[in-house]
């Protein structure tokens, strides 16, 4: 279960926010504009089960993201979910995988610190014996042209 964030964890001023997360419900979020840059040349990788939850996670996915690694496996992949980013781009998510098919965006990840990091996410069904087993998703550094872009565009979906 994802519990609320806590303001002892949180770096600098914040706003709180409440989201619905996909399969668990509401979930209090606090979140700064504290940016943690992506570092050239890493790649996050994680997997999930068929309901989303992380089963594994490298070590550049738990440096970027501020929790342990232990906090990670387990949970929702909507640990991260900032609010920034609109339902519309989870849910093309969503039904692209169900149709078993590859989906690519920009995301706007939060960390546990309430600060956050864009990726160029790719998330791909893992399909064994025709069914569905899990997700794995490949996040790399965006351009600042793309998240730029998403800036401009990304609030006119909500």
Same mark, same amino acid.
């Given at each position: 279960?994802?519990?609320?964030?806590?303001?002892?964890?949180?770096?600098?001023?914040?706003?709180?926010?409440?989201?619905?997360?996909?399969?668990?419900?509401?979930?209090?979020?606090?979140?700064?504009?504290?940016?943690?840059?992506?570092?050239?040349?890493?790649?996050?990788?994680?997997?999930?089960?068929?309901?989303?939850?992380?089963?594994?996670?490298?070590?550049? #996915?738990?440096?970027?993201?501020?929790?342990?690694?232990?906090?990670?496996?387990?949970?929702?992949?909507?640990?991260?979910?900032? !609010?920034?980013? !609109?339902?519309?781009?989870?849910?093309?998510?969503?039904?692209?995988?169900?149709?078993?098919?590859?989906?690519?965006? #920009?995301?706007?990840?939060?960390?546990?610190?309430?600060?956050?990091?864009?990726?160029?996410?790719?998330?791909?069904?893992?399909?064994?014996?025709?069914?569905?087993?899990?997700?794995?998703?490949?996040?790399?550094?965006?351009?600042?042209?793309?998240?730029?872009?998403?800036?401009?565009?990304?609030?006119?979906? #909500?």
């Amino acid at each position: 279960m994802i519990k609320d964030m806590v303001p002892e964890d949180i770096v600098g001023d914040y706003r709180q926010a409440m989201l619905d997360l996909y399969g668990i419900g509401p979930r209090r979020i606090l979140y700064t504009e504290m940016e943690t840059p992506y570092p050239d040349g890493r790649l996050i990788v994680s997997r999930t089960d068929p309901e989303g939850r992380i089963t594994h996670c490298n070590q550049s #996915f738990v440096d970027m993201s501020g929790y342990a690694k232990e906090e990670l496996i387990g949970v929702p992949h909507s640990i991260l979910k900032h !609010p920034d980013i !609109p339902p519309t781009v989870y849910k093309d998510l969503w039904d692209t995988l169900k149709r078993g098919d590859k989906w690519q965006g #920009f995301i706007k990840n939060l960390r546990k610190d309430g600060g956050y990091y864009w990726v160029k996410a790719t998330v791909l069904p893992n399909i064994r014996n025709g069914k569905v087993i899990g997700y794995t998703s490949v996040r790399r550094k965006a351009s600042h042209k793309k998240i730029k872009e998403c800036i401009g565009q990304y609030p006119s979906l #909500f």
